[in-house]
């Protein structure tokens, strides 16, 4: 038994089930056994691996997408450059060496970065040691200018809610004990909301709706800035446009487990309804595009080229296995999805449509 297991079991036999999201919460944040607490836990030999880990083409590609959408809204002089659960630090380091190409954007920049766990803090410190950071632990109030931001694979780490529909209700999953083990178990009395009702419609008996609603509130916070002050944000995760179903899944050292196997030893996270996303930001958004055909159109094929012209041997190899696992369908390429927040007067920024 892990230790954050026994504590987490003493907690629910002194004061009953607990929610679902409080659950998943302490598991990745509890302040000395949550998952993102004890240290960097992605890379190749971590539990997963990122895009960003993957190659450097990623951000790269993501620069050339921000830059555009800066001068597309007339070059402001003074911006925020955010990123949302930034991990090691490496995606913001290839965007802001490929905007090195153009030092005015760099010029108007100030960096900000939301991370809630210490030790990837000082992981990003390491990464990012030649440039000026603000760090925060969740989402600031940022002063009255365009916001540049960028999240990848950082929705999918918020805690969700499960309800399990029965007849034309749906009730709350809460986590509580079975024979002393950690189990799954259902609130007595309905929840009862306008997003829960609308989705009467899609679902039947006994299927399970997933709201994530710290998303919903973040995309909010996000977008309301952007309508006021302008900017932009890209956000990448795997998911779909609604989410439907049961899609909670705990990962360790690249396999699939159980979400009670071992508590904050183990990644959990939840497929992103991107829908939730773009109708909460209030402000426009783009289609929802795939991964692979982001890249493709932001000419990831092109750079792949380029960047190949100085490798060989096993370097060529894996650079050419990475360029197809960011963006073939049977990799990472059609599960992971991208969307774009922009202000409503502003054109759709390169790589999305309207
Ligand atoms: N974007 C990175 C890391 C993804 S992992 C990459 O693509 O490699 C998720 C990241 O989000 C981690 O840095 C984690 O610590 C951070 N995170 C998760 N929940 C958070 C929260 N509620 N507030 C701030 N950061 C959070």
Redesign the pocket.
Known sequence: MTNLQSILIDKISTKGPMPLSDYIHLC??HPIYGY?VKGP??GLDGDFT????ISQMFGELLAISILQAWIDQGSPSKIILA??????G??MADILRTLKIHPEFLKATEIHL????SN?RSVQEKTLSEFDISWH??FPDFEEKHLFLI????FD??PVEQFLRKGNKFFKRTIQLLNDNLAYGLEKKPTINEILKNRLTDTSDGDIVELNT?AAQISKNIGDHISNFGGLAILIDYGDWRSLGDTLQAIKSHEYCDIFVAPGEVDITAHVDFEILASNSGCAFSKLTTQGVLLERLGITERAKNLAKNLSGKDLESHIAAHRRLTHPNEMGSLFKALSLFPKQAPCPPGFQK
Do not use: C, D, Q, R
Request: glycine share 6%; hydrophobic share 50%; net charge negative.
């Open positions: 990745l944040f993102y836990v992605f990122t895009a960003p880990e990123e949302l659960g930034p991990g090691k490496t995606m939301i991370e809630a766990s990837l632990k969740e999240a990848n694979e950082f780490a918020l710290a």
